[in-house]
């Protein structure tokens, strides 16, 4: 199989990796505030930054690396690295894993980036942990998906993840409706499988909580079987730990099956997307719980409002307003924000991953902590955030605040963030 390998700068158009349709265009106000912010074209040397995203496949998943892409865009224009313009480069793994390893050898060995920002894949953290870290190449991931985006030296996503994600959402619904027997539905990709749904089993266990999981082919499954498949053991709650586009059709054969009259239905983050609430219908009104990775996209912080800028000024309009939009809006300004502590003049690879690795404090209303990168074996800083429902065609925050996962699994992360001082 040849790759489909997608390269563009960030100043030409994005038409090709922008195919999105239904997403609701959040309106910003007030110019967007990147890099520098100085108005300046910047016209030097660029510099050459990468992605890997799942565009084609079960699902589209590039959001994040379009966001990355606007606001690179926007640096761009605003003065760039002390004057150099960014290079970004974005490759599609089309959920394939030996795709992934081709695409990404281009970039770290052909291109050779200095750093990959924005990245968002099903199966290419674990087709290329090894080869980041032995190249020395540092990953700012806009969205981590398989255990391994969470277990490597060089690869630190600013999401929660599915495993996390899960076991909030679990704790919410049990907390919530009183919920003892649950079932947990994900994608049977390898390293994604049980793993992601096994927080949620694990907090279960030591809270009286009995959660059982259903990996499904994601590219073959028949929604009405695997619903029938997860109501057959009486379940109070059914978590859909799955892609959007698998998610939707899953809602709607439980609604034809009647299983929404007598089981409660959660999701975690995936779900939370402007068209969800209409595509699914009336049905789900206050009858869908969903976890945040981050803060709500209607949010009213400095940073959320200068995300929405950023999107309406760089973005194409079709392009997501959602959570993943964050995760890549996020990992693109703490790249720059570490490229702008260098000497552009003397980039190179060895420099941007230390000054990666070096990120600590970073701040913003659209997380619920600040974020940090440090030099440990793996990368899971973002362990929060609130609960959303389905509410009146859109989604209403239900939680004060954040959540914060209590996931035996990270004890290392604790213990690097007690070590860091965090």
């Given at each position: 199989?040849?790759?489909?390998?997608?390269?563009?700068?960030?100043?030409?158009?994005?038409?090709?990796?922008?195919?999105?349709?239904?997403?609701?265009?959040?309106?910003?106000?007030?110019?967007?505030?990147?890099?520098?912010?100085?108005?300046?074209?910047?016209?030097?040397?660029?510099?050459?930054?990468?992605?890997?995203?799942?565009?084609?496949?079960?699902?589209?998943f590039s959001a994040p690396a379009l966001a990355a892409?606007?606001?690179?865009?926007?640096?761009?224009?605003?003065?760039?690295?002390?004057?150099?313009?960014?290079?970004?480069?974005?490759?599609?793994?089309?959920?394939?894993?030996?795709?992934?390893?081709?695409?990404?050898?281009?970039?770290?060995?052909?291109?050779?980036?200095?750093?990959?920002?924005?990245?968002?894949?099903?199966?290419?953290?674990?087709?290329?942990?090894?080869?980041?870290?032995?190249?020395?190449?540092?990953?700012?991931?806009?969205?981590?998906v398989p255990r391994e985006c969470f277990f490597a030296?060089?690869?630190?996503?600013?999401?929660?993840?599915?495993?996390?994600?899960?076991?909030?959402?679990?704790?919410?619904?049990?907390?919530?409706?009183?919920?003892?027997?649950?079932?947990?539905?994900?994608?049977?990709?390898?390293?994604?499988?049980?793993?992601?749904?096994?927080?949620?089993?694990?907090?279960?266990?030591?809270?009286?909580?009995?959660?059982?999981?259903?990996?499904?082919?994601?590219?073959?499954?028949?929604?009405?079987?695997?619903?029938?498949?997860?109501?057959?053991?009486?379940?109070?709650?059914?978590?859909?730990?799955?892609?959007?586009g698998i998610m939707v059709p899953m809602l709607a054969?439980?609604?034809?099956?009647?299983?929404?009259?007598?089981?409660?239905?959660?999701?975690?983050?995936?779900?939370?997307?402007?068209?969800?609430?209409?595509?699914?219908?009336?049905?789900?009104?206050?009858?869908?719980?969903?976890?945040?990775?981050?803060?709500?996209?209607?949010?009213?912080?400095?940073?959320?409002?200068?995300?929405?800028?950023?999107?309406?000024?760089?973005?194409?309009?079709?392009?997501?307003?959602?959570?993943?939009?964050?995760?890549?809006?996020?990992?693109?300004?703490?790249?720059?924000?570490?490229?702008?502590?260098?000497?552009?003049?003397?980039?190179?690879?060895?420099?941007?991953?230390?000054?990666?690795?070096?990120?600590?404090?970073?701040?913003?209303?659209?997380?619920?902590?600040?974020?940090?990168?440090?030099?440990?074996?793996?990368?899971?800083?973002?362990?929060?955030?609130?609960?959303?429902?389905?509410?009146?065609?859109?989604?209403?925050?239900?939680?004060?605040?954040?959540?914060?996962?209590?996931?035996?699994?990270?004890?290392?992360?604790?213990?690097?963030?007690?070590?860091?001082?965090?």
């Open positions: 199989m040849h790759p489909t390998f997608i390269l563009r700068p960030v100043a030409a158009s994005l038409v090709l990796m922008a195919a999105f349709a239904g997403q609701a265009h959040a309106q910003a106000t007030g110019k967007p505030n990147c890099g520098l912010n100085n108005g300046k074209k910047a016209t030097g040397e660029p510099i050459a930054i990468g992605a890997v995203v799942g565009k084609t496949g079960p699902d589209d892409a606007a606001y690179f865009k926007c640096v761009n224009e605003n003065g760039g690295i002390h004057g150099r313009p960014i290079d970004y480069v974005v490759a599609d793994d089309q959920w394939n894993p030996e795709t992934a390893t081709q695409v990404a050898g281009k970039l770290v060995r052909d291109r050779k980036v200095l750093a990959l920002v924005g990245n968002s894949s099903f199966v290419e953290c674990g087709a290329n942990a090894k080869l980041y870290e032995q190249e020395n190449v540092m990953v700012i991931a806009g969205a981590g030296k060089n690869y630190a996503p600013v999401n929660t993840g599915p495993r996390v994600s899960g076991t909030l959402v679990a704790a919410h619904m049990a907390k919530t409706h009183k919920a003892k027997k649950m079932v947990c539905i994900i994608p049977n990709i390898p390293s994604l499988g049980n793993w992601a749904c096994e927080g949620a089993k694990g907090w279960g266990a030591a809270n009286g909580v009995a959660v059982e999981t259903i990996a499904i082919d994601p590219g073959s499954a028949d929604a009405t079987s695997v619903m029938l498949q997860a109501a057959a053991g009486k379940p109070d709650v059914i978590i859909l730990n799955l892609p959007k054969a439980a609604e034809q099956q009647g299983l929404h009259k007598k089981i409660k239905f959660a999701s975690t983050t995936p779900a939370y997307n402007a068209d969800v609430p209409k595509t699914i219908g009336k049905t789900w009104d206050r009858a869908f719980d969903v976890h945040l990775e981050f803060m709500p996209v209607e949010s009213n912080g400095p940073d959320n409002s200068n995300w929405k800028a950023v999107m309406a000024a760089y973005a194409d309009k079709a392009a997501p307003r959602d959570s993943f939009a964050q995760g890549g809006y996020l990992a693109a300004r703490i790249a720059t924000e570490a490229l702008l502590k260098l000497d552009a003049k003397t980039l190179d690879r060895a420099k941007v991953t230390a000054a990666l690795r070096s990120v600590k404090g970073f701040k913003s209303d659209i997380l619920c902590k600040p974020f940090y990168v440090g030099d440990g074996a793996r990368h899971n800083a973002n362990s929060s955030g609130p609960i959303a429902q389905v509410n009146a065609g859109s989604f209403k925050q239900l939680t004060q605040g954040c959540m914060t996962a209590d996931e035996p699994e990270l004890a290392d992360v604790r213990a690097d963030e007690k070590r860091l001082g965090l």
